[in-house]
């Protein structure tokens, strides 16, 4: 019997890996999410990068793509995010 709601694998690199980070919305918060991802995954565009306020405009929600070179690169990139206070959710 297989189980029809794992998630499907990554094979990696991952060109192109969707991330959505989103916070509170502060002057530079987009920025900061920019510069801290790109320090970690260098081959990020900025020309790329999305960025969309929520519907009251207290979160911003910033889309980027990168790419992913293993599980654990996926792993630290989230972690450094949560770890400043600044970032609610990485999806």
């Known amino acids: 019997m ?3 709601t794992a998630a499907p694998k990554i094979e990696f690199p991952c060109a192109n890996y969707s ?7 502060t002057a530079g918060y ?5 510069q801290c991802v ?4 260098p081959d990020l565009d ?12 207290n979160f911003q929600s910033v889309r ?11 792993t ?3 972690q450094t995010l949560m770890a400043s206070g600044k970032v609610k959710l990485v999806l």
Not at 64 to 74: F, M, N, R, T, V
């Open 76 to 78: 630290q990139i989230h």
């Open 2 to 4: 297989t189980d029809k």
């Open 30 to 34: 987009s920025a900061w999410v920019v």
């Open 64 to 74: 980027l793509a990168i790419i992913a070179k293993s599980a654990d690169h996926l």
């Open 19 to 25: 991330m959505k980070i989103v916070g509170r919305k």
């Open 46 to 57: 900025p020309k790329k990068v999305q960025v969309v306020d929520s519907r009251n405009g």
């Open 38 to 41: 790109s320090e970690l995954a």
